[in-house]
């Protein structure tokens, strides 16, 4: 793993039990192999067929799939999954699906670029979750956090 996975990320992941979790736009797998090694059960998407190819090899246990968040919808029911990481990863039509996959309880860990063609607004990844608990907001000059709880 060449990038080490998020504090935020394994901070929020280590103050609830092992569950199911989902890593969209996973890339290499840092969140995912991280998750995997701290006893969560792991789906991990990502369009790079190399990167979903590498985890498969090296963390058979990870289900490693490849999918254009752009161009395919996510094939899980509602409610499958306690965690959902989507990290410097932003797509707007993506936001209802996190809500709809989590598990009434289960919580969001969410980041996005400030700048660049696919850029957020400052605050908006807020918006996309009215009436959830704001476990963590934090927003630099480059990128916003938010990490939020369904209600139950």
Not at 18 to 34: E, F, N, T, V
Not at 42 to 66: C, F, K, L, M, Q
Not at 98 to 121: E, V, Y
Request: aromatic fraction near 10%; charge should be neutral.
């Amino acid at each position: 793993m060449d990038i080490p996975p998020t504090g935020v990320v394994k901070r929020v992941a280590s103050l609830v039990p092992p569950g199911k979790a989902l890593d969209l736009a996973c890339g290499a797998g840092r969140h995912a192999i991280w998750l995997y090694e701290h006893g969560w059960h792991v789906t991990a998407v990502d369009r790079n067929a190399e990167a979903i190819t590498r985890i498969r090899a090296a963390y058979p246990a990870i289900d490693a799939g490849i999918i254009d968040l752009e161009l395919e919808p996510l094939p899980f029911p509602e409610a499958t999954f306690d965690l959902v990481v989507c990290w410097l990863y932003f797509q707007r039509g993506l936001y209802p699906t996190i809500r709809l996959a989590l598990r009434p309880g289960g919580t969001a860990a969410l980041s996005a670029l400030l700048q660049g063609r696919f850029a957020a607004k400052p605050g908006e990844l807020r918006s996309f979750f009215p009436g959830w608990t704001i476990l963590h907001e934090a927003q630099t000059e480059r990128t916003s956090e938010l990490i939020v709880q369904r209600p139950e």
